[in-house]
């Protein structure tokens, strides 16, 4: 997992170039104007789904897991919690085409989300999101969802 600023994000560049369309499409506009929905990035590589949900407490929320995308999350109105796990993942729903694993994990680190903050969930690191912060009500949410790279995933 990367936790930073949205500003530190040109820091970032060259480490994937799927990750790199994203940084670029991010850097490029005002993110916080981006419409509810998915929107493709580049191809099937990379997307952003934006999405307004109210977070809920941490035991009413399971990890998820994407074994072959990275995960970058921010939020364009409010704040969550996130949790990440370093521990085994138990999969209690499959993975279904878009859709991550979700199941349980011990929590390894937590923190918080808010506009201009990022976190990059790395490629079978379960993570929590939309976890409720106390104070904070509906959150408007961006998760881009950035394929590997062909050379990422051994099959270059």
Do not use: H, W
């Amino acid at each position: 997992m990367i936790f930073d600023t949205l500003n530190n994000l040109p820091n970032y560049l060259g480490m994937s170039s799927n990750l790199d369309a994203a940084i670029e499409y991010i850097m490029a506009r005002d993110i916080t104007t981006l419409t509810e929905g998915r929107t493709r990035i580049s191809g099937d590589d990379v997307a952003v789904e934006v999405r307004t949900m109210t977070p809920q407490p941490g035991e009413k929320v399971d990890f998820a897991c994407r074994e072959n995308t990275l995960t970058l999350v921010t939020d364009l109105v409010g704040s969550e919690m996130f949790e990440v796990s370093l521990g085994d993942f138990s999969v209690k729903k499959p993975a279904d085409g878009d859709a991550p694993a979700y199941g349980s994990a011990p929590t390894s680190a937590a923190g918080m989300l808010s506009e201009g903050r990022f976190a990059l969930f790395l490629a079978g690191e379960p993570y929590k999101v939309g976890i409720k912060a106390q104070g904070c009500g509906k959150i408007k949410q961006a998760v881009f969802l950035i394929g590997l790279d062909e050379e990422e995933d051994g099959e270059a």
